[in-house]
């Protein structure tokens, strides 16, 4: 373990220009470039991209009982949590002849990107698509890259599923943000784009952020966590490297008023790296940017939290709740030693689509927010427009803009 390190998001020109090149190339030729980009990167000829119904539907029957009960469990907790979030529309009719309000409306269609290969996670097929049924969004296209046999991850198809997605085509990377943002002859084009991807769809996505809305782009998996004398160390450990076994880039920091603490989470995460499958993914994580820092007290660990503002805070101290009041700066906060992280990553109900790199300081956890619109609105009567209209028209004046003023005084004068 060693001293924080920030880790390097500088992009490099050459990715940009392909990016470029490839999102003007589907903006112009629609579905031929998407066939074309698909034979070059994903080494696959299709003729259709759209994934059948009853694909899926035969997927799902397929699927083993205890991942459909599992899916069953999540999809429920995600529900629920997302449906508290949901707001009103709102009306003031508080001043006599004045009526205001905001309106809440859903995005119409909504593009969800899974990626391919190994970070093709169901759960977070879940944590995007849910919070935008709940919103009120009426069509979530998913996409997605094909494998070399054409096909896409089975498990994805399965959750895609169960949590309503209308719409799967097989189709990845910067073509794939491209068709969504700006339509071709088979995939219509989106309200806004959703979900995790490697340096180029995160790029890609940014590039077309204007045309449609895109989510935060999420960087690697990080967690933070508060260990008092009474932490155990095995638990610690244990949750240290679920996030470190994510990606070689993902940063995983124990922030202890323990010395003891310390040094046994150091001889215990040698011990439980040895028994996991991801050994050296972990390694490297753990070597580049783990860290242990000890601290003098509480006061000082939540100092330190509030200022990486992490995406995961796990407080495995004795009274966890005393503290929540005090972190300013986190994704997610888990309480206590029976709330760890990977239970947020797949049951709580929470979303674990969440701010990293510090943006936690100003980007919250996606949710239905993300899939909603407001709208205001404004009723003047006569009377109260006219006992305001010579301070919008002195207003306008100062702006130099007597057609505004004009709009106001030719309803005085009547
Ligand atoms: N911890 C990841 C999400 C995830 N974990 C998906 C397992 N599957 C980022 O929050
Ligand atoms: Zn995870």
Redesign the pocket.
Known sequence: MNSLKKRDNEVQEHVLQDVDKILMDVKNKGDAALLEYTYKFDRVLLNDLKVPREEMERAYEKADKSYIDALKISIENIKDFHQKQLRNSWIDNGKTGIILGQQIRPLKRVGVYVPGGKAA?P??VLMNVIPAKVAGVEEVIMVTPPDRDGEVNEAVLVAAYMAGVDHIYKIGGVQAVGALAYGTESIEKVDKIVGPGNIYVALAKKQVFGDVDIDMIAGP?EILVIGDESANEKFVSADLIS?AE?DELASSILVTTSDELAKKVQVELKRQIEERNRKEIIEKSLNDYGVIIVVENMEKAIEVANKIGP??LELMVKDPFVYLGQIKNAGSVFLGAYSP??LG??MAGPN?V?PTNGTARFFSPLGVDDFIKKSSYIYYSKEALESIGENIINFANVEGLDGHGNSIKVRLEE
């Open positions: 996670y759960s977070s998996s996030q994510h995406e995961h992280e990977p990553d797949y674990h969440l």
